[in-house]
């Protein structure tokens, strides 16, 4: 009887002090894990925000980059971290999503996340050397077409969101276009460029540059809709042989799951504040980055459950076998 008055009393404590730890939160510098190496998109974006978001937290924002395994290995860092608040994910659409569906390697799925706030989206492009002459995807299904094999793309691993983009457009169009896979996304440019490999299929924002300098030639993003990074750029929705593609990345915040929901929402209300800012929103533009609408952390993580789900159907169908 002593023994369960005092683990009674243990315990309503412990749900006493939830109200309190929430309300001080935070009193200690907050660490954002980043699944990649310095210098690219997702690091670039969590190093546009982790100032401003410290400030209105006050508290410091730390950048953490754990780059390895296309992101694996840091949201799974994120994953069994404890849930306190004071370890957050940049995460994207790839290695929360995408990763467990199609990777032996990540033990993890969306569900071991929290989802705090969405960041935005940015477009899936495939880019062209200037030398073939291929400026839009009419052009690229004809010449596939026409020369079955001859055309190389490269893209970052298999399974991953370019490679699944990129063999669902050969389904829907019948071609045979040979997938060269790469490491990392700056490497595939510098072959389009040089000649070495004739396409590359990468996340729009790490491009824009070099289409700017005419270094490649933009075919098109895999979207329904034009972007908002280069609005020039024709969608694969607007050809006919690609009706209903809409690849695209998505970016957000997460945390563990099981982080209290007060902290959940004191990070969703300052993440949200800080993305209100009209020269963040003007600096996501110039990224390529289509900011997202206010969403409470439930609002956020349904639109998770069913990217998931959209992912698992467009996996299936590009015939992706899980590594």
């Known amino acids: 009887m002593k023994r369960r008055i005092l683990t009674t009393l243990a315990l309503a404590l ?3 002090a939830l109200p309190a730890i929430a309300q001080n939160y935070p ?3 907050i ?3 980043v699944g990649y190496a310095p210098g690219g998109s997702v690091d670039a974006f969590a190093r546009l925000v982790a100032p401003k978001l410290g400030q209105e937290l006050g508290q410091p924002i730390v950048i953490e980059n754990i780059a390895g395994a296309g992101g694996i290995i840091g949201v799974t860092r994120a994953v069994n971290a404890k849930p306190d608040g004071y370890t957050v994910l940049m ?13 032996a390697s990540a033990k993890y799925t969306y569900r071991d996340l929290q989802a705090v706030a969405p960041l ?12 073939l002459g291929i400026r839009s995807f009419d052009d690229l299904i004809r010449r596939a077409r026409a020369e079955p094999g001859r055309l190389a793309y490269g893209a970052t691993g298999v399974g991953s969101l370019p490679s699944i983009a990129m063999e669902s457009l050969k389904k829907m169009t ?13 490497k595939i440019a510098t072959d389009v460029i040089g000649g070495s490999v004739d396409l590359a299929v990468s996340g729009l924002p790490a491009l824009l540059e070099l289409i700017k300098s005419g270094r490649v030639t933009p075919v098109g993003v895999m979207s329904r809709e034009r972007d908002i990074g280069n609005p020039d750029m024709a969608a694969a929705g607007e050809t006919a042989a690609l009706k209903g593609m809409d690849f695209y990345f998505w970016t957000g915040i997460f945390a563990p799951a099981g982080t209290p929901e007060p902290i959940v929402a004191t990070l969703n209300q300052a993440f949200g ?13 110039d990224l390529g980055v289509k900011v997202s609408a206010n969403a409470t952390p439930a609002e956020f993580g349904r639109f998770v459950a069913e990217s998931d789900r959209q992912w698992e159907q467009a996996i299936a169908n590009a015939g992706i076998a899980r590594q």
């Open 91 to 103: 995460g994207i659409v790839s290695d929360v999503v995408i990763a467990p569906r199609v990777q």
């Open 120 to 131: 935005g989206t940015s477009g899936l492009a495939v880019v062209a050397n200037p030398e």
């Open 31 to 33: 660490k954002l894990i």
């Open 273 to 285: 504040r800080v993305l209100a800012q009209p020269d963040v929103q003007a600096r996501l533009r």
């Open 27 to 29: 009193i200690q510098p």
């Open 14 to 16: 412990a749900a006493g």
């Open 174 to 186: 019948g071609t045979d276009i040979t997938f060269i896979p790469y490491a990392s996304a700056s």
